[in-house]
């Protein structure tokens, strides 16, 4: 099975802008989850969709928000960006249940 | 909301040297796991281990849940061990995972 693909893989905005990456699970799984990883703040919960719903959500301002496709594919958009987003953002896929989640690489966001 | 510590916050070994990594945690889990993230960025799932011992090839992994604490064994380190090791908790209110500050793990030829 392929592994969990995120795109793009690197993204340099500005101040003000907004921007949309994507994340592809494991073929099967209907969880997807978002983490935001800064070497302040470390690996922070964002949200997790399930068959197109939100489950979940982390403690972050609305400015973060995301979408969950029937094909399981998964959305997260930042608006107005503030340079304090800079940061890995990682998605995880899984089955749903409590189980392993596999990540995929990454998308590395410099907002200057 | 759960609280997750882990130490030593960095360690460095020269290789074939056996290290463990501690993870503890303030409340009741249903869900732990290990990672192993490398200088790239990529998060590797080690292990999912909410309560008992599992073992990997070089890798174990301990936890005992009433104590609040897992326990990663590392032996005969080679250098691609390098990397940070997170331990991450889903608490028996929650749905999703806290992630542990991690352990820098440097493994020097």
């Known amino acids: 099975k392929a592994g969990v693909t995120q795109t793009p893989r690197y993204l340099i905005k500005t101040r003000g802008q907004q921007v949309t990456l994507s994340c592809s699970p494991i073929s099967g799984h209907r969880s997807v989850s978002w983490y935001q990883q800064t070497p302040g703040q470390g690996l922070q919960f964002l949200f997790e969709?399930?068959?197109?719903?939100?489950?979940n959500k982390g403690n972050f301002p609305g400015r973060f928000s995301g979408r969950q496709f029937s094909n399981s594919r998964s959305e997260m958009n930042v608006s107005t960006l503030e340079l304090g987003d800079s940061a890995l953002y990682l998605c995880a896929s899984s089955g749903g249940g409590q189980e392993t989640q596999y990540f995929g690489p990454g998308t590395r966001l410099l907002v200057l | 909301g759960i609280q997750v510590e882990q130490s030593p916050p960095d360690l460095i070994l020269q290789e074939g040297a056996n290290s463990t990594l501690r993870c503890n945690f303030s409340d009741s889990v249903n869900n732990l796991q290990w990672f192993h993230q490398n200088p790239w960025g990529q998060l590797i799932n080690l292990f999912y281990?909410?309560?008992g011992t599992k073992q990997n090839g070089r890798l174990s992994a301990t936890t005992v849940a009433t104590e609040r604490y897992s326990l990663l064994y590392i032996s005969s380190s080679q250098t691609t061990d390098s990397g940070v090791y997170f331990c991450?908790?889903?608490?028996?209110?929650?749905?999703?995972?806290?992630f542990g500050p991690g352990t820098r793990l440097s493994v020097l030829p």
């Open positions: 991450a908790v889903v608490d028996n209110y929650g749905q999703n995972f806290v």
């Open positions: 281990i909410p309560s």
């Open positions: 969709y399930f068959s197109e719903t939100q489950r």
